[in-house]
Nanobody, 122 residues
Framework: QAQLVESGGGLVQPGGSLRLSCSDS????????IAWFRQAPGKEREALSC???????TNYADSEGRFTISRDNAKNTVYLQMNSLKPEDTGVYYC????????????????WGQGTQVSVSS
């Protein structure tokens, strides 16, 4: 299994930007599809987007073009660039991994990070 660690969360004003990172300390990163999930307060964890080992990406939630997923296999890292942030983007952001194929189903992922808090507020 991948060993995933998120970073980059924090408090940002509406309209601001953050870049989240998901890093893997293992040796199988370049075979993993990595997804970002968000759990807003009082809501279910939802899939946002996913990127496969070949950098093909799929968006599962309509971010209105504000979120972009990317990966750098040389650095064992996947990024989620978030622009024009809104208060409703507040939540804990998790990255999750599974071999090769993207999925929007939480139970399909066997590796999870600990989550990073994103708060959007003035």
């Amino acid at each position: 299994q991948a060993q995933l660690v998120e970073s980059g969360g924090g408090l940002v004003q509406p309209g601001g930007s953050l870049r989240l990172s998901c890093s893997d300390s293992g040796f199988t990163f370049n075979r993993y599809a990595i997804a970002w999930f968000r759990q807003a307060p009082g809501k279910e964890r939802e899939a946002l987007s996913c990127i496969n080992p070949y950098s093909g990406s799929t968006n599962y939630a309509d971010s209105e073009g504000r979120f972009t997923i990317s990966r750098d296999n040389a650095k064992n890292t996947v990024y989620l660039q978030m622009n024009s942030l809104k208060p409703e983007d507040t939540g804990v952001y998790y990255c999750a991994g599974r071999l090769y194929y993207c999925s929007d189903t939480r139970g399909h992922y066997d590796s999870w990070g600990q989550g990073t808090q994103v708060s959007v507020s003035s």
